[in-house]
């Protein structure tokens, strides 16, 4: 069965702290995607991946960075916290490497809380 | 941003009825999706349905999309209580090809 796997379901961090999410997938899938979800907002995209050590950024990059140096695992990074960074984070990965985009599988979310 | 808009914001029927969701997007695309999520959770993949095609079935779904007027439409038919959940479209662009971008979703519930 299809897996991505978020590290955390909840997650609670401080102003100014430095916060990784982390996601791994075991589809072979060369695209990973981070979003995040807030209510009346949907879902947006913060940095996307089409293959290892390659990101793109998406619609709301600041104070956020990435990493992936494995295929598998996508790793988000908060470099310092801020209350207004308190969300639902959605990792997703998908096949095809190139121009289009087939089926995405979520992994189940990480709620973060900064205070 | 490049997004998909649905239509309603929130649906309420009762079991057995139809619930009818709608998306309108700005340009073109390769293919659009539509996802689920149930409350506090990661999103499903319900059914995709490409740039060339009019209409796709799924049991009791039936998506269509009119790239003329850039919008999709997802029915479901014979609803169920545990239908109850978020809808999002999303839309693959083909201007990039680096983007899955989603709506703000529609909340159905469906009452017993």
């Known amino acids: 069965d299809v897996k991505v796997t978020q590290s955390s379901r909840y997650l609670v961090k401080r102003t100014g702290e430095k916060v990784f999410l982390e996601c791994v997938q075991d589809?072979?899938?060369?695209?990973m995607f981070w979003y995040r979800q807030d209510p009346g907002l949907g879902l947006r995209l913060i940095y996307f991946?089409?293959?290892?050590?390659?990101?793109e950024k998406g619609d709301i990059p600041e104070g956020y960075s990435v990493s992936r140096e494995k295929k598998e695992r996508f790793s988000l990074i908060l470099e310092s916290a801020s209350t207004n960074q308190t969300s639902m984070y959605l990792c997703?990965?998908?096949?095809?490497?190139?121009?289009?985009?087939?089926?995405?599988?979520f992994g189940q979310g990480t709620r973060l809380t900064v205070v | 941003s490049q997004q998909g808009e649905e239509d309603p914001q929130a649906l309420s029927i009762q079991e057995g009825e139809n619930a009818t969701m709608n998306c309108s997007y700005k340009?073109?695309?390769?293919?659009l999706q539509w996802y689920r999520q149930n409350s506090g959770r990661g999103l499903v993949h319900l059914i995709l349905?490409?740039?060339?095609?009019r209409e796709k079935h799924s049991g009791r779904l039936r998506v269509t999309l009119d790239t003329s007027k850039k919008s999709s439409s997802l029915l479901i038919t014979a609803s169920r209580a545990a239908d109850t959940a978020s809808y999002f479209c999303?839309?693959?662009?083909?201007?990039?090809?680096?983007?899955?971008?989603f709506g703000e979703g529609t909340q159905l519930t469906v009452n017993p």
């Open positions: 349905i490409r740039s060339n095609e």
């Open positions: 340009t073109s695309i390769n293919n």
């Open positions: 991946s089409y293959d290892v050590k390659m990101k």
């Open positions: 589809m072979d899938h060369e695209n």
């Open positions: 997703a990965s998908s096949l095809f490497g190139s121009r289009y985009f087939d089926e995405a599988f």
């Open positions: 999303a839309t693959d662009w083909k201007t990039s090809g680096s983007r899955l971008t």
